[in-house]
Structures are given as structure tokens and as C-alpha cells.
Nanobody, 124 residues
């Protein structure tokens, strides 16, 4: 059984930083892992993605230059460093795992497993 567990959410002032971590278990390897977020009253949206076997990263335009995704293959973890946070970054953040290649990496439908989510709130 694939399990993903996020940690590191919380409340921070605008301009501050938070680091989210996702621990994965139950599968030997992954094609890629990603972070999505769901703001209040909105659809789930892509944030960042990293290939498991290559140092290739992808970001949503809204977070490019502020967020950094990284992985530790030995520990089976994926982190999201979030700097220069804005109130519009407020959302529930989800970790997702992709077991095989898909046509698009930014669609939630391309991912096979999800964590339970962690709340990030950015205040003015």
C-alpha cells in the first residue's frame, strides 16, 4: 500500500518561509513526485514536480523563483521550501506520487497516490 505523509504546514506572516516535507512508503520507486495545493473554495492546482531518477524540476508560474522542490532518494522524502510567502499561497498542500509517465504532469489525474494534506496559512 502506497502511503504519503506531509508535514511542516502552519501559520506564517507574508514574506516568511515554511518547509513542507513528504515521506513516501509502500513502493520501491517513483517516476515523479509533486506538490499540489487547494486554496479555499478553489480547485486543486499544480505547484511543483520533481523526477525521481533525474534532477528535473517543474514549477507553476505563480511560485517560480520563490519555491524549491527537492528529494532525498535514500530517505524517500520530497520537500518543498517556500520563501517569500504571500497571502495567496494560503491553501491545503498535498503531496502526490506518479508511478508511471503520463501525458501531463500538472494534472491531478496523472498521479497515483496522495497524502492527506497540510494547511499553510499566510497572514498579512
Amino acid at each position: 500500500q502506497v502511503l504519503l505523509m506531509e508535514s511542516g504546514g502552519g501559520l506564517v506572516q507574508a514574506g516568511g518561509s515554511l518547509r513542507l516535507s513528504c515521506a513516501a512508503s509502500g513502493h520501491a520507486s517513483w517516476y515523479s513526485m509533486a506538490w499540489f495545493r487547494q486554496p479555499p473554495g478553489k480547485e486543486r492546482e499544480f505547484v511543483a514536480r520533481i523526477r525521481w531518477s533525474a534532477e528535473m524540476t517543474y514549477y507553476a508560474e505563480s511560485v517560480k523563483g520563490r519555491f524549491t522542490i527537492s528529494r532525498d532518494n535514500a530517505k524517500n522524502t520530497v520537500d518543498l521550501q517556500m520563501d517569500s510567502l504571500k497571502p495567496e499561497d494560503t491553501a491545503v498542500y498535498y503531496c502526490a506520487a506518479q508511478l508511471t509517465p503520463a501525458f501531463t504532469y500538472s494534472s491531478p489525474d496523472s498521479y497515483d497516490a496522495w497524502g492527506q494534506g497540510t494547511q499553510v496559512t499566510v497572514s498579512l
